[in-house]
C-alpha cells in the first residue's frame, strides 16, 4: 500500500474493489506513513491472494518492492487465510521474527474478529515500535 508495493493505493479498480472502505485505506494508508517516519524503514501491505507456497510467494512480492532491504511486507490472504510478514535484511537486524510473530498473532486475532484493517493498522504499530526509532 505504500508507493512501489504489490498492492499499493494507486487507484487500481483491484484496490477500490477491495475487502476495505475508503475510511479504511485512509485509516492503512496514514498508519503506514506513520510507521515509515517513525522507524525509516519502509513498510508495506498485500492483500489478495497468495501462490503457493504462499512464503515463497510473500518473499517474491518483497523482493520486488524499491528497496527489501530496508522493508518489510505484511501479506495478507483473507480467502486462504494466511499471514507472511517478510522483512529484509537490515529490517531484521531490528524487527527479529518474534517480534513479527507476536504482531502476526495479534493481528489474527482482529483478523479472526472480522476486524482485517483493524488488525491491520494495529500490527503496524506494533512492528513500528518494535523497530523503535531511526
Not at 508495506?44 to 518483497?62: N, Q
Not at 480467502?79 to 510473530?101: H, S, Y
Request: proline share 5%; glycine share 14%.
Amino acid at each position: 500500500m505504500t508507493g512501489g508495493s504489490p498492492g499499493g493505493l494507486s487507484g487500481r479498480p483491484e484496490v477500490l474493489n477491495g475487502p476495505f472502505t475508503t475510511r479504511q485505506l485512509l485509516r492503512l494508508d496514514e498508519a503506514l506513513r506513520l510507521a515509515d517516519s517513525s522507524t525509516g524503514l519502509t513498510f508495506s501491505i498485500y492483500v489478495g491472494d497468495l501462490e503457493e507456497p504462499a512464503r515463497t510467494y510473500a518473499e517474491k512480492l518483497h523482493g520486488q518492492l524499491a528497496v527489501p532491504a530496508e522493508s518489510v511486507l505484511i501479506a495478507l490472504s483473507p480467502n486462504q487465510r494466511v499471514l507472511e510478514i517478510v522483512t529484509g535484511g537490515d529490517a531484521r537486524r531490528r524487527l527479529p521474527d518474534r517480534a513479527a510473530k507476536l504482531a502476526a498473532l495479534s493481528m489474527a486475532a482482529a483478523f479472526g474478529g472480522g476486524d482485517l484493517a483493524g488488525g491491520l493498522v494495529s500490527g503496524l504499530a506494533q512492528l513500528a515500535d518494535h523497530a523503535g526509532k531511526h
